[in-house]
């Protein structure tokens, strides 16, 4: 249950990130901010965007809230 926990916070993280932010980011500035591998950071982006938090701008890695 605690894994499941630090996920959710990771995820709640990024989406903070992703949310205040006043210009589209990117996985590797995200990963920079959080210290969150890149492994890890695809999942967690790869999760919202399923989910329809995050769209990545068109023809672009730049991530912005849905």
Do not use: H, W
């Amino acid at each position: 249950m605690q894994n499941q926990n630090k996920s959710l916070t990771r995820g709640l993280q990024v989406l903070k990130e992703i949310l205040y932010s006043d210009k589209p980011l990117t996985a590797i500035i995200l990963c920079q901010k959080l210290d969150i591998d890149k492994s890890t950071m695809s999942r967690l982006l790869k999760t919202l965007t399923d989910e329809n938090f995050i769209t990545y701008l068109e023809k672009s890695n730049e991530i912005r809230f849905s």
